[in-house]
């Protein structure tokens, strides 16, 4: 999974905080997915973005939760006034395109734990 | 949203082949099948990807009936390694969204 990268691997937040998880796409991929997990489930849809445009938002809560993907730089998911409920690993993947035989490939997440 | 699904767990002994099958009765009429290995801690590793009949790389098979209604992963001879929860991607013809199956937990005995 080294090509997809994520940062911070783990992230502690405190009720209230804010969380910023960041996805540098690999080289050459310009569609990037988010996905949540929680223990012992499965992954779960969130958001896809391609450079500066969010195509697909359905999978992701209304409120405080927000992501971007800038013509420069990672994409960011951004949680605002984290609760106990965020708390689960996040997945970012990228793709070249979408549809077809382009498979998405992942990175190894961002586990967030809320305090 | 129409399920995805496969069984919660298998369990097998090194050196035997083992099959997962995953059910997508409602599968995009494009879109490709996915199945990918996640250990703990880590992120889904892609395996294999096909569309139809059966697709074969160096590390498992891949058989797609002509209904595509279902698929199922081979992975043949497997180690202890191979311990790993895997999961198949399929497009939904409905939303046109791609989702993830339930995941099957293998575990693999010396």
């Known amino acids: 999974n080294a090509g997809v990268m994520q940062n911070p691997r783990h992230l502690v937040r405190r009720r209230g905080q804010e969380a910023r998880l960041r996805c540098s796409p690999m080289?050459?991929?310009?569609?990037v997915y988010w996905y949540r997990q929680l223990p012992e489930e499965g992954l779960k849809f969130m958001v896809y973005?391609?450079?500066?445009?969010?195509?697909?938002e359905s999978g992701m809560p209304k409120e405080r939760f927000s992501a971007e993907f800038p013509k420069e730089g990672p994409s960011i998911l951004r949680i605002q006034q984290v609760v106990r409920g965020d708390s689960a690993a996040y997945f970012c993947?990228?793709?070249?395109?979408?549809?077809?035989?382009?498979?998405?490939?992942f990175g190894d997440g961002t586990r967030l734990s809320i305090l | 949203l129409a399920k995805t699904t496969q069984p919660i767990s298998m369990d097998s002994y090194e050196g035997q082949e083992v099959n997962i099958t995953c059910s997508h009765n409602?599968?995009?009429?494009?879109?490709?099948i996915t199945w990918y290995q996640q250990f703990p801690s880590q992120g889904p590793r892609f395996i294999i990807q096909?569309?139809?009949t059966k697709v074969t790389n160096e590390v498992a098979s891949l058989f797609i009936p002509a209904d595509r209604k279902s698929s199922t992963l081979s992975l043949p001879r497997v180690s202890l390694s191979d311990t790993a929860v895997y999961y198949c991607?399929?497009?939904?013809?409905?939303?046109?969204?791609?989702?993830f199956g339930t995941g099957t937990r293998l575990q693999v005995f010396p």
């Open positions: 080289k050459g991929h310009s569609h």
């Open positions: 991607l399929v497009g939904d013809r409905d939303t046109d969204k791609l989702i």
């Open positions: 096909g569309y139809k």
């Open positions: 993947a990228s793709s070249p395109y979408t549809g077809g035989s382009q498979p998405q490939h």
């Open positions: 409602n599968i995009a009429t494009n879109d490709y």
């Open positions: 973005l391609q450079k500066e445009n969010i195509i697909d």
